[in-house]
């Protein structure tokens, strides 16, 4: 009976550990660009921050706010400036109305003629309508994504600066395949 009870007890607790872990995951889900974007510009900076180290021997807050500014300069800035350069070209754009509507009409004419289905109908037209609100929410929502994930990236990344060289020491001590795991494979096979 008690192994039994043990069993339970054992996978109720992984099932709340896998239910946890993909909670977890879910809710990080947004924040994912910028959680990638910090380790994709922590890789480009981790040559630097040694070298800032080790070799000239900085202290690794300074060392990190140096680079944090760099990657705001050289990353962040122009990226952030092609994003705004996008976004007030798509905002500058004026549509005529009634060159929408004879381009639109003409194609709705050249389906009906080959499919026979009519798109110019009003309740078609309304949906269509009912969209354009949906679709400046969403571009105002990836606007503000994208002003999170640069926060998040740019918090992510000093903590990876400052502690990097101790997450890449955890990270080879977890993973299976580390020098020590391939030497003792490699003898044990022999």
């Not at 910090?38 to 900076?45: E, F, H, K």
């Not at 900085?58 to 962040?76: D, H, I, K, Q, Y």
């Not at 009912?130 to 606007?143: C, E, M, S, T, Y």
Request: positive net charge; glycine residues 8%.
């Amino acid at each position: 009976m008690a192994s039994i009870r043990e069993r339970y007890w054992r996978y109720s607790l992984v099932a709340l550990i896998l239910g946890m872990g993909v909670t977890v995951f879910i809710e990080l889900i947004p924040f994912l660009g910028g959680l990638l974007g910090a380790a994709t510009i922590y890789v480009l900076l981790r040559g630097q921050m040694i070298r800032l180290t080790e070799h000239r021997r900085w202290r690794r807050g300074p060392a990190a706010w140096l680079l944090l500014g760099e990657a705001v300069l050289c990353f962040l800035i122009p990226i952030s400036g092609i994003v705004w350069l996008v976004v007030s070209k798509v905002q500058d754009v004026t549509l005529d109305p009634q060159s929408l509507i004879a381009s639109v009409r003409d194609v709705t004419r050249v389906i009906r003629v080959r499919t026979g289905y009519d798109l110019w109908q009003e309740s078609n037209l309304q949906s269509l309508l009912a969209g354009i609100p949906k679709l400046a929410q969403r571009l105002v929502g990836g606007l503000a994504s994208f002003a999170v994930n640069l926060i998040v990236l740019l918090f992510v990344l000093y903590f990876m600066l400052v502690g990097g060289l101790r997450m890449e020491a955890y990270c080879r001590e977890l993973l299976p395949f580390s020098r020590s795991v391939g030497r003792d494979a490699c003898t044990k096979s022999a």
